[in-house]
Each structure stands twice: as C-alpha cells, then as structure tokens.
C-alpha cells in the first residue's frame, strides 16, 4: 500500500450537514496514510444510490466503510446489509435528542448484521478504528498506529497543569 | 371496495418473532373490512428482496404500508424511502431497551421522508390508523370507523367497577 | 381537488409559540398543492373550543389534521378521540426536556385511538406526510411525490463536497 | 363532613386494567374518613363523557379529582383543563416504558393548567394528598392525618431488623 | 380572607437562585388575590431551620407549602415528611440533567409522604395549583380561578396567526 | 481497633423491605473486621428519629454512615446534612424506574454536602467502601482490604471456562 | 489460515456470568472457520493480569479482540488502550438499567482511542464483526461471510407466515 | 497533619480540558487546611503511567484519591481497581449525554471495587468529601468540617430575598 493512492476506506454520510463532523474521520486516516474517498449519500432521500455505491464497493478496493448519519440513523445498517465489509456507524449528534436516537438507531443492530459504533459524533475515533482495522494487513499502518499510541502517551506525561 | 378481496394494505415485518404483536394490525384491519398482504421481509437480512417488494407495492394496488421492527428497526424509513405510499411504523418492544430502540430508530427520521409512527407494540393502532387513512377515500371504511369509536365510547358507559 | 382552494388539511397547534415549528408543515402541504387551514387552539386553555373545532372538521371537508404540541403534549391525542380523520401529532421541541415529553404525551397512545406520529419538531414531515396520505385519493398530489422524492435523490446525486 | 356520606373526591381512570392501581386511592381516602366515587372514564374512547363528567363535578360537590392514567396520559390534563379544582393525577406503570411515558405526559403541564402529580402508581399517596388537601377545610382529617403521622413515625420506631 | 393579608401559602426554595423560577408562583398567587411568605431555606445547608420552619408552618396560618429544589430535590419530600400540610413541589430545571433529576427526586415520594409535582421549572403552575387548594374553602379564590380560565380561553379564541 | 466490639459504622435504611439488599453491607464489613450497627429509619416517615440518630452519630463513635434508599431517595443526602462523617449512599433498585430516581436522588447532591454514590442496589460495594475510608486510619482494615484484593486476582486467573 | 489452528480473535470477559452471552461471539467465529481463545479477566478484579494478556495479544497472533462486559463497563476500553489491535466492545445486559449503563462505558470512549462497540448482548455480531475484519486479509472467510449473508436472504424469502 | 506541607490527596483528571472543573477540588481542599497534587493522566492514553502512578500513591503517603473523567469514564474505577484506598469519581459533564454517560461509567462499578461518586460536575463536593473521609483520622480537618457546616447554614438564614 502506497500511502494517497487507492482509497481503501468510504466514508458516506447521510446528509451535507454532516461534514463538518465527518471530515475528522478523513483527518484520521491521513495520519495514518490511508486514502480515503468521501460521499455524500443519503439512505432515505436516495437509497438506489447508496445500493449501488454500496454493492460495488469491495470490488472497487475498498476494504472499510465509515458511515455517519444522525436521528433514524439507517445509513450504516443499511450499508452492513449490503456489504460484507466492516462497517463503521457514526452517530451524528442530533438537534432534540443530542444524538441518543442516532446512537441507539446504529448501535442496536440485529443479529447477522453488525455494525462497528463508535461515540456520538466521534468521526475521529472512526478513522483511527478503520486503522486498525486495516493494521491487520498493512504492517506500516501498524506502525504509525503504534507510533500514534506513544505519542499520546508522551503528551500525557509532559501535560503541566 | 368490497371486503376482503384486493389487499390495500402491505404489513410487513423484520423478523417471524414480531408476528405475534404485528397480526394484530391485521385482525384491526379485518375489523374495517379492509384486506391485507401480511409478509416478513427484513430491511437488513434481505435489503434486496425489500427493495422489489416496496417498489412494486403502489403497482400491485397497495394504498398504506404498516411496517413493524424492533431494535435499529430501519425497515419502516427504509420503505417509506422506496415509496410514496403513506408507511406506519410500530416500534417492537426489544428486550433491553425495551423499544426505546425502536421508537427513536423509526419516529425522528430525517425531513423529506415521514414515517407515521405509533406506540411501542401497538400494531392494533396501527392498523386502525390504516383504516383512517384509507377511510378518506372509502366511505364504508369511515362507516365503520365511525361505529367502532361509538362503541368504544358505549363501552366505557357501561363499565361497572 | 383543484390547488389553494378549499383547505384539505387543518393545522391545530397548543400555543402561538409552536407557530415558527409548525408552518413548516403549511409550507410542505403548499409544495404539493394542497390548500390548509392554521389555527392555534390548545386543548388545556380552551377545550371546548377544541371540541368544537374537531368535531366540525370532516364535515367542513378536512380530511386530515396535524396537530403540534409540547410537554404534556394532549392536543393531537384529544383531536383522535373526538374524530375519526386521520390525525398526525408533531412533538414540539420543550425547553427542559427537549422534546422527549412530547414525543412520549403524543405516541404511546392507547388500543384505539392512534395518532401518526412524527419526529420531535419535524412538522415539514407532517405536512409531507398528510401529502402522502391525501395521495392516495387525489392523483396529481401522488404525481407531485414522486418529483418530489426524484428532485431530492438528484440533489443527493449532485452534492460536492 | 360526616364520615361515608357525600363523596368529596372523583377517582377516574381511563381504563378498567387501571383498577387495581387505583383502588389503593380508594383505601386511603376510608383511611382518614373521606367518602369517593370511582369511575372508569377514558379521555381518549369516551371524551364526552368525560367532559360532561368532570364540568359537572363541581356542582356535585366534588372538591378534589384524582386522575389515573397510563402512556400517552391525558385523562388528568383534560380534567384539569375542564374544571378548577385540583386534580390529581397518578402516572400508572406503562408496559413498555414502565410509567415514564405516563408520568411525563402528565406532570409536564402548560402554564396556566397544573395537575398535581404523584409518584408513578402511587395512587396511594393520590388519595393522602387529596386528604391533605381537604385537611385545609375539614378539621377532623387533618386530626386523622396527624394520627397517621404519629403512627407511621411509632412503627418506624418499633421496626426490629 | 382579605386579600394580602395574612399570607396562607409559603413558598421555600433550596437556593438564592432559585428565585428567579419560583418568583412565578407568587406572581400566580397574586393574580387570586392570595398572599404568600417567600423564603430560602436550604435542606441540606441548614436542616434545623427547615425543620423549625416547616413545624411552625400550621400554627402560623400557612394551609399550602410550595416548594422549589433541584438536583438531589429533597427539600419538597422533607417538608411533606414533617407537616400534614399540603406540599407542592417544584423541580427547578438543573444544568446537567435539564431537571429530569429534580423531577425524579420530588415526585417518586414513598407511600405515606405526598409531593403534588408539577412540571419543571413550572412555578407558575405551582401558585396555580395552590390557589385550586385554597379555593375549596375561599370562595373568592374560586371565582377569580374560574375568571382566569375563561381568560385563557378567551385569548386563545382571539389569537390571529 | 478490635474487630466486633464497638460499630465503627451505622447502617441506616428507608424501610424494612430494603434490608436484603442492605445486609451485603454489612456481609462486606464483616469481612473487613468491622462491626456496624443496622437500623430502619425512614427520611420520610420518622423525620425526628432521623435527625437525633445521625446528630448522634459521632458521638457515639460510628466513623461512617451507610444509607439505602429508593424512589425519591432522601435518606443518604438528609443525613449527609445533618453530620460531618462521609456518609456512602446506596440507591436501591425501585420498581418502575429500576434504580435510576434513587441513584439520581442521592448522587446529585448540591455543592457543599457531599453523598459519597455507589452503584444501584451496590450494597456490598458500600461495606467495600467504608473499609477503605476506615483503612486510612485502622492498618488492620488496610491489610484485610488487600488480601481481599490479592484474592479476587487469584480467583480471576483461576478461572475456567 | 486453516480452520480451527491457531486462534486470530481473543474473547475476554469481566466476569463468569457473562460468559453465557459471549459464547455466541465464539459460535459466530466459528460458523467462519475463525479459531479462538476465551478468557475471563477482569478490568477490576485482575488489572495487572488484563494488562499483561492484551500487551501479549499481538505478539501471540491475534488480530481482533472481542471484550465483554457490563455496568461500568471498562474492559474494552481499557483493552483498547492497551493494545492497537481492533478492539470490539459487546455490552453486557445489566440488571437494573437494562445494559443502557454498560453500552455508554463502550461506546463513548474519547477520541484517540476507538471501540468497536456492538448492540447490548449482542456477542453474536460481535463475532461477525471479527470475522468481517479478518475478511480484508483472508480470503476465505470473505467466502463464508458472503455464503453466510445469502443464507439470510434465502431464509428471509422462504419465511410463511 | 500542618497544613499545605504533605500533599494527602491526589487529584487524576484524563484530560487537560477537565482541569476546570477539577481544579474545585482543590479549592475546596484549601478550604479545610488539605494540601493535594493534581495531575492530567488518561486511563485511556496513559494506562501505563496511571498504573505506575496509583500503584506508588499508597507509598507516597496519599489517603485519598479524586478521579475525574468524562464520556466512557473509566479513570476512577481503573484507579480504583489498582489502589485500596478510597477513590472519589467525578463524573464530568460530557458534550451530547451531559454527563450521563460519565456517571453511568463511574457510579455502576461491579461487586468488589467500589468508587465513591459525586454529582456530575460536582468536584467541589469530591474535595469536600475527601475532608470528610480524612475528618475520621485528623480531628483538625473535622473542626474545619464543623465550622464549614455552621457557616452554610448560617448563611440561609442570613439570605434576604
């Protein structure tokens, strides 16, 4: 894997509002060297779209999927259930309910269909699992991961107060 | 319109263990007079096979969609995605959360897309709410709405305690 | 049903407060031709008033009613005991609570007496949603869908980001 | 006020299942020697009833309502909001939600209409309270409530564990 | 009862800050003409105060408490426990949990000790409330009640939107 | 300190149906060497034997108090206020809300009276806890807690599955 | 990779009781000829045990851990510090709250440090979602997941109801 | 114990943005003459060096320890399961749960290891109940306790409103 080549990761989101929350995961992923492609597509407003952009995308080279959505957040669940690839879920912090109902609509999958969910509105943490993931097969993802896990700690120990 | 002959309503449901909350949408409907199609057909396990069968629901002569799910329950956004159809959607009372789950996964979805969502596990209300809403177009319907509530009302009158 | 001319769908909201929530609803219905009526009558500071408005509606040519309150949220239930139109509630968002008030006051209805339920102060998808339910008798409301539901998958098509 | 004669106090519910909560309202009120009247009155299957019901309590000579109500829960509100006594209203435990719903639904008043909430299925402190209430007008109640006082106070003392 | 007079309500709250949500039940009790004692008697801060007043409250000519807590709400459920007097409770709206922990900590009182809850941050109610009490022995308290219902009423009808 | 001779810490409940759960706290301190005094007194029902006993409570040499209640749990917060000891509350698990009003009656304490929380129906974490806080000043009790430590290690990696 | 050798997902749980749930994440990695290893450590009870098994996980050849746990829920998150290895978080259903306590400790981990967080008890997804990452790297169990994913959908069209 | 000299408590925060809160702690601690030393190290970033650090605090003379943490809390219980010495858990407020999340993560710690938590936010309390624990083995700081407890109160009853 040459860094900035293929994407290996999609990150869709269900609406252009959420942007600003998802491009944290692609911020990631650059620490990490890995390419990604970023979409916006909605599950509801245009669910063919998100059929085929989901059925096509192993093929394509993908090997990760981050979906954001927030309330009846059904992007990630449906994009499990097209794909056999890992799926990442987002919940997009929501107006009313500050993102409990995007959390519990994208955690709370049934059985034979799951999605990775990480914390309302922690697009961050789903670039670095998609890392993590990707770790298993690329040595130098690895690397940088374990790189990144040092320097976390380092920052700890040199924090005054 | 007359009974029981062309199914006017599609219930659909996620999984076979919501068939004994979602058949009470249908015994609501038998009591307006109004036939059904009644099918298990999950939005995650068979996302194809909801696709066709949604799409192909206004063709086939169906007027009002009841779709019930529990948990992430996407199966009602998802239909109301695929189709213009007026789509009820009965949150099932999960096991841990008890259908909090399941409301939220079905009531707050996004604007541009509405699914007319009842109480957790009240597919009884969701068939009558299939019967209102097909009653503005079928007057024996609304016949029959109208004497189902003077018999709620009639009952309460006569309850003794 | 020619456009703007008779109401087909009345809007009941519990205080003047709601109004900047609940036109959305209007503007929806106006996107599909469909003329409405707007009124602000609460069911707990005039219920007599309320009754009569309710009682009156199907015979004034209403076919639906979206009803928006918060808190303690009785309008669009009270509005479903006294009619047999189709009734959509709107949860206002509430100042402490947030809106969970009224999404709870609003859907756990009882065996009997549904109310459509719509996201916590999605009344642009009550308005849709009562389109939806009008189509299934008016067919150019139904044609006016299907742009609809067509202009937002291209939208969804055309996002940049 | 003799004892067991005119009933000073209204128990309504709105639905037969509801009587097994309410009649420890019932229990309480013997306790400290207020006579009631209990009725099954739905404010959603009967909703004419129920107006006629509570506008004429006070002419009867009821002084306190006491409402019991479970999910959407309008029963207390409504009767709030017809009359100006003060009303009671007890959250009955809900299936699904476990009494959330009720409770909400009830204690989450606009301003200008209170219901005076008790704890979820309470109704025991329902007709405490309604006594309390009474007290303020009718001396030998608020003897009896004293006594009561004093007694729960005394087996306090006398636990043994 | 002579207006302003003798003040027959006391109104206690936990905390200086509190004033500004509880200055609402006195405005609400003035509007019937009755007079109030207002004062801040913390039950955690100063316990042995609280209980002096709340002994004392009876024979001083108070017949309604109103009290207003937040958070760990205690102060309601304490005075309850140590007059027979009736005890309104007012959940004051707290940062982190918007109040669902001061409306937990007031209304969910053991059997034997009522609160009579009203909504959060509901003040207004609370003063309303407590002139509902009063009103069955003042008649004059009653008939300004029923004016100011017909007030609302009134405007509700007169609102243009 | 010799152990069982003088209770070092008062174990307080709201009422008698909380004793199974209690009594894991003092199972714990057992344990631990410490000798604790159990008694039932109500927050709400004996308000005045409250007051005394926990007035009394240092000098009669208890170092900690432990109080279990549930619902509108006022106990732990009440005697919280009325002494300087750390006092550890434990909400008991209630029947509808399952625990969650009693935990937030009693963790969110307003500044300046502390409640020290552990988990719903935690009792025995609450003996756990007062032997830490008594092991800063009694070694012995510090020597049993980590041998108690060092055997839930041993237990886990003894563990077969 | 052949079937059943050498173990490329380590099970970790907090505790004896959980184990009846988390077999399921072994009978998933199974039916997609993934070997694993089970163990219960607890974040607790053992943290030095924890500690050592997750540093050593990577060098032994595991390539996901699956941890289950319930309440305050540490041990995926801890595991997940530990070790940058994909981490999959199954909460453990709790008795008063229902896992709602156990999912919020997985899922809202701080960013830098993800968990791949599954529904409440759902050890069943847990193993699918290990197979799903494992899937980027062997071939054969893409196969298996996509035979396994066709199984669904040609249930779901033979379902009669 | 002279005051300021030996530090008696330990302050841990997991994160530098934690420090506005947490630095109430210490304040507090002034207040009753306990010298404390604050530190920023995440369970999450630096397992390492918060094992190493609460492993030695014991040794270092420290009696208490105060933990906060936000989101999936897992600081104080981690801390907890490492030392036998009291920790104090500060839950603190997080962004979308408002800290629901951190004090479900803190408060619901298994049978075993126990942490003593305060309200969401409430490090202000944490420092108080650190005195308080102390107060049982260094009479000064039960002085300081004392005339504390006297001063709030003296201050209600000063309160003009």
Same mark, same amino acid.
């Not at 040459?2 to 942007?19: A, F, H, N, R, T």
């Not at 944290?24 to 916006?40: D, I, N, P, W, Y």
């Not at 890392?131 to 990144?148: D, Q």
């Given at each position: 894997?040459? $860094?900035?080549?293929?994407?290996?990761?999609?990150?869709?989101?269900?609406?252009?509002?959420? @942007?600003?929350?998802?491009?944290?995961?692609?911020?990631?992923?650059?620490?990490?060297?890995?390419?990604? $492609?970023?979409?916006?597509?909605?599950?509801? +407003?245009?669910?063919?779209?998100?059929?085929?952009? #989901?059925?096509?995308?192993?093929? +394509?080279?993908?090997?990760? @999927?981050?979906?954001?959505? !927030? !309330?009846?957040?059904?992007?990630?669940?449906?994009?499990?259930?097209?794909?056999?690839?890992?799926?990442? !879920?987002?919940?997009?912090?929501?107006?009313?309910?500050?993102?409990?109902?995007?959390?519990?609509?994208? #955690?709370?999958?049934?059985?034979?269909?799951?999605?990775?969910?990480?914390?309302?509105?922690?697009?961050?943490?789903? !670039?670095?699992?998609?890392? +993590?993931?990707?770790?298993?097969?690329?040595?130098?993802?690895?690397?940088? @991961?374990?790189?990144?896990?040092?320097?976390?700690?380092?920052?700890?120990?040199?924090?005054?107060?």
């Amino acid at each position: 894997m040459s $860094e900035s080549k293929k994407p290996l990761v999609g990150i869709i989101m269900g609406s252009k509002s959420d @942007l600003e929350t998802m491009k944290e995961a692609q911020k990631s992923l650059e620490e990490f060297g890995v390419a990604c $492609e970023m979409r916006v597509i909605s599950a509801h +407003r245009a669910p063919d779209l998100l059929f085929e952009y #989901v059925k096509a995308a192993k093929g +394509r080279g993908f090997e990760v @999927l981050i979906c954001g959505a !927030g !309330g009846a957040a059904h992007l990630p669940g449906v994009a499990a259930a097209i794909t056999t690839l890992p799926v990442i !879920g987002v919940p997009i912090e929501s107006k009313a309910l500050h993102g409990m109902d995007s959390l519990l609509s994208i #955690v709370q999958m049934p059985g034979g269909i799951p999605v990775a969910t990480v914390g309302i509105g922690n697009a961050k943490n789903a !670039g670095i699992l998609a890392a +993590r993931i990707l770790s298993i097969k690329y040595p130098e993802v690895a690397t940088k @991961l374990k790189n990144y896990a040092d320097k976390m700690a380092r920052e700890v120990k040199e924090t005054k107060i």
